[in-house]
């Protein structure tokens, strides 16, 4: 449990924090900004400028709403895995291939030696940070995930261009946490992909939180947890941030035979459906994780990103997620 870890790093947040876990979905202004430049009508200065104003609104937004740590909406990145290869050396990126649904990204391809050139995130996060009085998560795409959805076409196996990627990423996160982050998360969805190379992402992600002092989230979502759970709490982290609801709950079984000894950022909102979860639906799960997570373990989250959402749909799913997190409080405060 971090909560003390929590106090000595000066962040306060209250009793079941609630939080995103990183990207909110575009307005249609910065949408149709990045359709133009693609298609060379507006300058890569324009497009930033517009990037700038949705992180604003993302910010504002969010504190209206009442979330006690904020995310930059990622109003600059495209995909999760592309926009970090784009920015260091050693990547080319392939034509468009299909991730989910209907959704395509071009999927980069490892063609030399992994190389951190330069902050990438840190700006962004630094922005959003001076908007606000809430801690912002630092957010970075974690070195296992940047492998696996990666072509290789340079390093002898998965696990060498995994720990290759781990020492740049480390370099982004130093960077993140020399400037003022102390909330970092590592996004690895794709770590319970192969349970048989759990040993090597382990490996990665202490080579990536090695001498930072900030308390450390991994965001995992959609994967078969229970081919990797409990070995799983061995990643050296403070907290894991679980997508839970679209898997109708299902871990906290898993959790009742093996308990949870980390914090926990559990998933009570299912960013993959329209469905404006209503308050008490979500009281509910959270009172469901109560049964096998202490209090002050929890946070409260929905279970990935919501870039995939309207605007609309996003708002009202985190403005019920916090008036059940508040409820939930009331009641274990007596």
Same mark, same amino acid.
């Given at each position: 449990m971090s909560r003390s870890k929590l106090e000595r790093l000066k962040i306060n947040v209250p009793k079941l924090p609630t939080t995103a876990v990183g990207s909110y979905p575009k307005f +249609?202004?910065?949408?149709?900004?990045?359709?133009?430049?693609?298609? $060379?009508?507006?300058?890569?200065?324009?497009?930033?400028?517009? !990037?700038?104003?949705?992180?604003? &609104?993302?910010?504002?937004?969010? !504190?209206?709403?009442g979330l006690d740590v904020l995310v930059d909406g990622e109003m600059y990145r495209g995909d999760m895995v592309t926009y970090f290869a784009e920015n260091m050396d050693g990547f080319a990126?392939? $034509?468009? #291939?299909?991730?989910? $649904?209907?959704?395509?990204?071009?999927?980069?391809?490892? #063609?030399?030696e992994v190389r951190w050139t330069g902050p990438i995130t840190v700006g962004w996060w630094k922005f959003a940070q001076e908007l606000t009085q809430k801690p912002v998560k630092g957010m970075v795409t974690g070195p296992y995930t940047m492998m696996d959805w990666s072509f290789n076409e340079f390093y002898p196996s998965r696990k060498d261009a995994c720990l290759?990627?781990?020492?740049?990423?480390?370099? !982004?996160?130093?960077?993140?946490?020399?400037n003022g982050a102390k909330i970092i998360q590592i996004d690895e969805p794709a770590i319970s992909a192969r349970p048989e !190379?759990? &040993?090597?992402?382990?490996?990665?992600?202490?080579?990536?939180?090695?001498?930072?002092?900030?308390?450390?989230? #991994?965001?995992?979502?959609? $994967?078969?947890?229970?081919?990797?759970? +409990?070995?799983?709490?061995?990643? +050296?982290?403070?907290?894991?941030?679980?997508?839970?609801?679209n898997s109708s709950l299902d871990l906290v079984e898993l959790f009742r035979l093996h308990p949870f000894t980390k914090d926990i950022s559990f998933g009570v909102v299912d960013v993959h459906s329209h469905i404006v979860e209503d308050v008490e639906t979500i009281e509910q799960r959270i009172e469901k994780a109560l049964e096998v997570i202490k209090p002050e373990q929890l946070w409260i989250d929905p279970d990935c990103g919501m870039k995939t959402r309207t605007v609309q749909e996003a708002v009202g799913k985190l403005k019920n997620m916090v008036l059940a997190a508040r409820k939930v409080r009331e009641k274990i405060d007596g």
């Open positions: +249609p202004y910065l949408l149709e900004a990045r359709k133009n430049f693609q298609l $060379g009508k507006i300058s890569r200065e324009e497009l930033f400028e517009l !990037e700038k104003k949705a992180t604003r &609104d993302w910010i504002s937004l969010q !504190e209206e709403i990126l392939s $034509g468009l #291939v299909r991730s989910y $649904g209907n959704r395509y990204y071009r999927k980069p391809i490892i #063609v030399g290759a990627l781990a020492k740049a990423i480390h370099r !982004e996160v130093k960077e993140l946490w020399r !190379e759990l &040993d090597f992402a382990i490996e990665a992600m202490k080579t990536v939180v090695e001498g930072v002092d900030a308390y450390f989230i #991994v965001h995992i979502c959609y $994967g078969a947890f229970e081919f990797i759970y +409990p070995r799983m709490l061995e990643l +050296p982290v403070d907290n894991f941030d679980l997508e839970m609801s």
